[in-house]
Structures are given as structure tokens and as C-alpha cells.
């Protein structure tokens, strides 16, 4: 494989990576606050289908995006209120929103399957398109990706250099403690779900009007990615960058699955469509190896000089939640 | 509030949530130009038309009625079994496998399907212990653990339709080549309603509605399910507890798979757990995990199921419907409740 082809992947990477780090980065400010939106696979497939159905009715692509924040926005509304305002369990409501929301998107969106609404173009930067592989790479892609890529540098700029920031880890942390430096828990807390779930609601258009263009019900290819970014988010550590890393891993890995099945002929494309998830359930056990007794309990068995360097690494994989993610606020 | 207003108060308020999932599923179906009225009725007719359909709502039924008896024995330990649809899965892989191994030897059929049936619920249990390991000596939470392994499931069982176990000539998406009817769940006569299956659904409803109720067993599961740390001090080995937990379920998705295969398809297909799983979680929330309300709820989900395939050949309308009517039922109905806890807590405390 040739240098050039290498750069055109790797720039390809980062453009399919782009909804997933939007999607992942939303899901990390609503978690930051404590609030899992678990809706994700449905959302994303829901917003997707209608922001493709908006699109193609009305030949704007921007009307498709917003129309997909709406459905975000409208869905983590729903989990806000019985989450927050009635204190049912977040687990419950998104578990049933993630399922319905793909079957309303299937019913919603029969009539329109494989037709042809419009593709969003890229948009190089002038002059830093010129610049040799950081040109290719970083500013030839569409007007998403780099909203994508500055996305997460706004995240973590917010969350951890911010006043307000600062507030929003209280609220997920330790509530009560904010609450008594007088934040606005529930105000906040409703305040971060919409924000994240209406980025997360970006992810769906993205893929249907420009990534993987077109709506073709069931067989989009879309079921799954919903799943993968709370994983990701959970890999990150619910710090922007390490999400942002973790999402530019699975897609540069799915590319490489692509790469893969070109020569590697003999298996099925079903199956390695599927390889992202025993990865997600590795990464996922890698990063909890920390919290788990009987790691420590062989760590203890160590030589000392083999115990520094192994609970060094394990530190730097761990990922902790926030504190009160899940839980209801309670004003005592 | 005496205990005869507040059941009355409570029905008010389940009976508001069923009215805004209907009054949803209207706004949606006036949306794509359907008329509401006549999609409900065809549902109803779709359901209860003819003594095959009621045969067919039947069928539905039992997968549901097992699935979900075992989804209440993991909640009780306060876990999301999610990973139950790859469970089903794995159970049905299984005993296709059993049955091609004995297909031209010379055992009786029946010990046969007796041998494949055991042989899937092992294999359910085992693909529940594989979510359990890694929940309690992982620290992987059970959702996503469960979830990767069902898109595996899926993945083992399209590989073996397309590749070791597919059909003589060409593979396809319709599934393994059936089994000679010797291998057939006997039916009812001119019914594809099998009845060993509905023995064993209804056999295992009964044995998690006792077991759940009327057991230290049970008792100790629930134990774990309400607070990890006070079972633990009054000695339940909570990780023990939360694996066997897993299996149980395991067992009972497994048999789900199981009879899937022997009993409604004779063959593996590669949708084989039509999710179920995922439905049973649903009712499981909606009967909000009170074993003595699962005959009838997964019966009304049943016959919304087939209710629905009419939904496509009468009204060009996509079968999803259903899916979408289940899911709003589910959802208002929890939101509704939460309402009522919250009118009820401000009555309360004025």
C-alpha cells in the first residue's frame, strides 16, 4: 500500500469517525451532569432516518441537521423529565426509548427507502488545504468534520477550564455539595441532557446525508453505533480527549476491517461487520481491570518492582464514572 | 389515602398512560396518512380473525411467557440481562447442532429432540455466565457486556447458516436446511401450535412464580437485588448469587432457543430470537417485574405481533407499527407511574 493511500485512509478515518465523536462527546457532557442517556442506538438511528426524510423533501441539508438536533433534543427531554423531574430509572427509560425510537425510524422511514436526497460536500480551507499530509488529513473534509474536531477541544475546554464547567462536574460528582454552593441541580442537569442529546442528534444526519449516504431501513448499517459510542464514552474516562481518542480508534478499526475484507475473502462480510464488539467488550474489560478485587489481589502477590510499573498501567487504563451518575438528586 | 383509593388512583393513572401510547401511535399513523381507527382494528383482526391466528398469537406467546419468567429472576438480583437475545441465540445453535449430529444415526427421534433441547439450554446458561463472569469478576457492566455478546451470537449463527452448516447448493438468508419431520415438536392437529411447547412455557412460568415467591432461594436473590452490601454482611455470597441469577435466565432463554427450532422453524434461521428478548424486557418493566402478570401482558404483546404482519399486506404500512405501539405502551405507562408517586408524594406531604 502506498503512502497516498495510506493518507487518503487515514483522512477517511477521520471523516467516519466525525459522528462518532459528536455522538460520544454529547453523551460525555449528559454523563458528566449524571444523567445517562442509554437511547443512543435509537436516537441515532431515529434522527438519521428523519433528518434524511427532511433533506430530501426540502433539498437542504442544513434543515436535515437541524431536524436531527430536534430529535435529540425531543428525546433527551424524555429522559430528562422521567429521569430527573419523576425519578424513574434512567436505565429503564432508555433501554425502551433505544428500542422504540429504531422502530418508529423503520416505520417512519419505509416510503423513503433508497431514495436519493442530498450529499453534503466537502469544503477544503483555503491555503491549510496546501499544506503537505496535515492538508489532506485535517482540511479537505466537510463543514461536520471540523465542527467534530473542534467539538472536542470545546468540550474539554469547558468541562475542565471553565466556572460553569466546574459546576457541571459538581453536579455529577457529588450533587449535594453543588447544590449547596448553589447550583441549580435539576435546572443543570435537564440544561446538559438536551445539550448532549441534541449533539448526539448531529450524529444521525451525518450519516445518512454524508458518511454513509442514503437511508435504506433495516440494512443502513446504522444498528449497533448507538451502542459503541456509550462504550466509547465509558473507554474514555468521560474525558474528552480519551473519548475523542477512543473514537478515532474504531473508526481507523473499521477501516482496517475494510482494508481486511478486500483481501481476506474467505470470511463472511456479516461476521467482521460484527468484530467492533467483542473489541468493545475487551477495551471495556481493560479499563476496569482496575476496579476489580482480585486484580488487586494479584498485584499484592507481586515483586515490588513489577508491582510499581503493572498499577502505574492499570491506573492510566482505569475509567471512573462520575459520581452520582444514574442516581436521582434528592434535596434533604 | 386508604389502600382501595390509592389501587383505584393507581388504575386512573395506568389507564392515562395506555391512553397517551394510543393517542401517540395516532399522531404517528396520521403522519404517514393512515386512518388510526382502521390500523386498530385491523390489528385486533390480525390477532383474533381466525382460529390459526389465535393458533399463531399462541405460538408467540410461549417464547414470551419463558423469556420473560427468566428476565424477572435476573432483576431480581437488580440486573439488566440484556444479553438474553444471544442467549436465545446460542440455545438454538445448539440444539441445531445436536440434531445434525444424530440426524443419521440411529437414535429414537425423541431422545433425540429431548438430548438438542438440554443441549440448548446449557447453551443459553453458559452464553449468561460468560455476561455474569464479566459483570462480577470483570467489573464490565451487564448492558454493554450483554450487548456485545448478542451482536456476536448473531454474528456465530449467520456464519454458520452461510458457512459450515449452510445449504446444500446455495446458502441464503432463509437458514439451514429443515429437519426431517421425525425431528418435529408434535402439533395440534392442522395447528403449527405445538403443545409439548406450551406444557414447558407454562411449566416454566409456574416453577419462577414459585420460586420467586416462595423460596429462600428467591428470597436470597431478592436480597442481593435490593442492596449488595446487606446481603453481603448477612453472609449471601452476592457474586455467587448474581451468577447463578445470570444462568437461570440463561437456562430459560436457552429453552426459548430451543424450542424455536424444534417446535416453529425445524430449521435455524438467522433472525431465530425475533426479539423476543428485547420484548420480554419490555414486559418485564411494564408488569413492573410482578411474575403473576406475565401470562396475560406477553399474551396482549403476542397478539400485537401478529396483529401486526397484516399491517403490511392490507396497508402498505411497515410492521414496526408494533413495535412502536409496545414500546409507547411500556414507556407512558412508566412515565404515568411516576407521575402518580410524584401527585401522591406532594398530596402527601402538604
Known sequence: ?332 | MDQARARRFSVLFQIGGIVLAFVFVSVILLLVGANPLTTFKLLVEGAVGSASRISNVLVVWMPLLLVTSGLLVTFSTGLWNIGIEGQITLGAILTTGVIRLFLDASFPPVLVIILSIIAGMVGGALWAALAGLLKTYGGVNEIFGGLGLNYIATALNIGLIFGAWSREGIASMSGTDPFPKEFWFPTFESFNLSWPSLVLSILGLIVIFFLLQGTHFGLRLKAVGKGMRSAFRLGIPTKKYMMLSFMVCGLFAGLTGALQVVAVYHRLIPSISSGYGYLGLMIAMLINFRAIWIAPIALFFAALNIGGIQLPIVQKLDSSLTGVLQGSLVLFILIMQGVKQRVLGKAEGE
Not at chain 1, 422511514?109 to 480551507?125: H, R
Open chain 1, 1 to 332: 500500500m502506498s503512502g497516498e493511500m495510506i493518507l487518503l485512509g487515514l483522512a477517511g478515518v477521520i471523516e467516519a469517525g466525525a459522528p462518532i465523536v459528536i455522538a460520544a462527546i454529547g453523551e460525555t457532557i449528559t454523563e458528566r451532569a449524571g444523567v445517562t442517556n442509554l437511547s443512543l442506538n435509537g436516537l441515532i438511528i431515529l434522527s438519521a432516518m428523519m433528518g434524511f426524510w427532511v433533506s430530501l423533501e426540502t433539498n437542504s441539508i442544513l434543515l436535515g441537521f437541524l431536524t436531527g438536533m430536534l430529535i435529540g433534543i425531543a428525546v433527551s427531554v424524555l429522559i430528562a423529565f422521567s429521569s430527573i423531574t419523576l425519578k424513574q430509572s434512567q436505565v429503564a427509560v432508555g433501554f425502551i426509548l433505544a428500542i422504540t425510537c429504531e422502530d418508529l425510524a423503520y416505520f417512519l422511514g419505509n416510503p423513503i427507502m433508497g431514495e436519493q436526497a442530498p450529499i453534503m460536500f466537502a469544503t477544503p480551507i483555503p491555503f491549510l488545504q496546501d499544506i503537505p499530509i496535515l492538508g489532506p488529513l485535517f482540511f479537505q473534509h466537510s463543514v461536520m468534520t471540523y465542527l467534530s474536531i473542534v467539538l472536542i477541544f470545546a468540550a474539554w475546554f469547558w468541562i475542565s477550564k471553565t466556572r460553569p464547567g466546574l459546576m457541571l462536574q459538581g453536579i455529577g460528582e457529588k450533587p449535594e455539595a453543588a447544590f449547596v454552593r448553589g447550583a441549580n441541580v435539576v435546572k443543570l442537569r435537564y440544561l446538559y441532557t438536551i445539550v448532549g442529546g441534541a449533539l448526539v442528534g448531529l450524529a444521525g444526519p451525518l450519516y445518512t446525508l454524508s458518511v454513509k449516504a442514503g437511508w435504506k431501513g433495516t440494512i443502513t448499517g446504522l444498528n449497533g453505533i448507538g451502542w459503541i459510542v456509550l462504550a466509547i464514552t465509558i473507554f474514555g474516562g468521560w474525558k474528552p480527549f480519551r473519548v475523542a481518542f477512543g473514537a478515532y480508534l474504531f473508526a481507523f478499526l473499521q477501516w482496517l476491517g475494510l482494508v481486511l475484507q478486500s483481501t481476506l475473502t474467505f470470511i463472511p462480510s456479516q461476521v467482521l461487520q460484527v468484530a467492533p464488539f467483542p473489541l468493545m467488550i475487551l477495551t471495556l474489560l481493560l479499563v476496569n481491570l482496575g476496579n476489580t478485587e482480585w486484580m488487586e489481589r494479584i498485584i499484592a502477590t507481586l515483586p515490588d518492582w513489577l508491582r510499581n510499573r503493572v498499577i502505574k498501567l492499570i491506573r492510566a487504563l482505569r475509567s471512573q464514572p462520575p459520581g452520582a451518575l444514574g442516581t436521582p438528586f434528592e434535596r434533604e
